[in-house]
């Protein structure tokens, strides 16, 4: 898919230095904001056979944004089809996870980000998945909006407690 530029296609495993450089950038923006949560790896951004599972796998890709001209990446969405377990009073299910979603800071405001989550959605419906979720951390008011603005709901809340000792 061409978009202003922009292509989204499946990731290949020669993106490798070029998609931990934009997950370098999305876990530094998470550092900040919750450095009691987040560190820096010693090693790579995503270690390689992680990577190319997720590249690889049946069930999980990578889709890239790739600028037409240059060829340099400017996002990614990671995504994963996630079987959830019938329990005593729910429903067993097949969704679509969003493990991860950058757009490189440059880049944004483009219909990058838009873009990507409209294929990753593409995606799984090829497969027969009829339900896409991911998760955000509350800080991140930016993507929450984000997601809002396509579409997606708040439906369950996790909530924590820094306990005293």
């Known amino acids: 898919m061409d978009l202003f530029g922009f292509k989204i296609r499946p990731a290949a495993a020669s993106d490798y230095e070029r998609l931990c450089k934009l997950f370098e950038e999305l876990d530094e ?11 820096k790896p010693e090693g790579p951004a995503r270690p390689p056979d992680e990577i ?39 429903q067993a299910r097949s969704i ?13 405001r483009h219909g990058i980000g838009r873009a990507l989550m409209r294929e990753a959605g593409a995606w799984a419906r090829e497969r027969g998945i009829a339900s896409m979720e991911l998760g955000v951390h509350e800080f991140n008011a930016g993507a929450i909006a984000f997601y809002e603005a396509l579409g997606f709901r708040t439906v369950s809340r996790r909530l924590s407690i820094r306990l005293e000792e």
Do not use: C, K, Q, W
Request: proline share 6%; net charge neutral.
């Open 29 to 39: 923006f998470h550092r900040r904001a919750r450095p009691d949560l987040f560190r």
């Open 52 to 90: 190319e599972a997720l590249i690889d796998g049946p069930l999980s890709t990578i889709l890239v944004a790739e600028d037409s001209a240059f060829a340099y990446l400017t996002g990614f969405a990671a995504v994963a089809i996630r079987d959830v377990p019938a329990m005593p009073v729910t």
């Open 96 to 108: 679509a996870e969003v493990t991860n979603l950058g757009v490189a800071r440059h880049a944004r």
